[in-house]
T-cell receptor
Framework: DSGVTQTPKHLITATGQRVTLRCSPR?????VYWYQQSLDQGLQFLIQ???????AKGNILERFSAQQFPDLHSELNLSSLELGDSALYFC??????????????FGPGTRLTVL | AQKVTQAQTEISVVEKEDVTLDCVYE???????LFWYKQPPSGELVFLIR??????QNEISGRYSWNFQKSTSSFNFTITASQVVDSAVYFC???????????????FGAGTQVVVTP
């Protein structure tokens, strides 16, 4: 158990809908990262937050957004869902990449299925 | 452009055989970090090792060992005396420290599926 929690574990929804994925980092970790794992794209970095602020952005679609709250949990919002958004979404956390470039600890993932 | 290449898609071995996973990376940064993660069938990603670009010492942890060679931009991973529990997808990843707004971002290779049969 990495200490990173993600809810829900599975999510099945229809095209055009909007969903919210939730992540709680390990105790003491200030950075949260979101990754998407799909068969055709592999593991792709989406976005990173550090202590409530956006730190880095990757291949995140405009239909997707995220935020990190004062208690450090994070939410990833996916809207106008398409079939191609079906994937495993991981959240990871680390202490402070700026100082230590620490390893990231991954949550169990949320498997999103868009029908 | 793909920055991390894992050319082996799948490797099948019989238990107790050694298996080596190749990882080749590409970066212009002088400071970078390399990682290996394991993804067992249950799906979670498990951290195995981190290595920075200034430390070329090989590392051994139990049955796992890593060979980092900057001259060939490779960071290979060997499992000695493989076991069925080693069956998983293994990912190599790169994090480049030269660009501040990319700190911590992991760029993953495509992964290598290891199948260990009894």
């Amino acid at each position: 158990d990495s200490g990173v929690t993600q809810t829900p574990k599975h999510l099945i929804t229809a095209t055009g809908q909007r969903v919210t994925l939730r992540c709680s980092p390990r105790s003491g970790d200030l950075s949260v990262y979101w990754y998407q794992q799909s068969l055709d794209q592999g593991l792709q970095f989406l976005i990173q937050y550090y202590n409530g602020e956006e730190r880095a952005k990757g291949n995140i679609l405009e239909r997707f957004s995220a935020q990190q709250f004062p208690d450090l949990h994070s939410e990833l919002n996916l809207s106008s869902l398409e079939l191609g958004d079906s994937a495993l979404y991981f959240c990871a956390s680390s202490v402070d990449p700026g100082q230590f470039h620490n390893e990231q600890f991954f949550g169990p993932g949320t498997r999103l299925t868009v029908l | 452009a793909q920055k991390v290449t894992q050319a082996q898609t799948e490797i099948s071995v019989v238990e107790k055989e050694d298996v080596t996973l190749d990882c080749v990376y590409e970066t212009r940064d002088t400071t970078y970090y390399l990682f290996w993660y394991k993804q067992p069938p249950s799906g979670e990603l498990v951290f195995l090792i981190r290595r920075n670009s200034f430390d070329e010492q090989n590392e051994i942890s139990g049955r796992y060992s890593w060979n980092f060679q900057k001259s060939t931009s490779s960071f290979n991973f060997t499992i000695t005396a493989s076991q069925v529990v080693d069956s998983a997808v293994y990912f190599c990843a790169l994090s480049e420290a030269g660009v501040i707004d990319s700190w911590g971002k992991l760029q993953f290779g495509a992964g290598t599926q290891v199948v260990v049969t009894p």
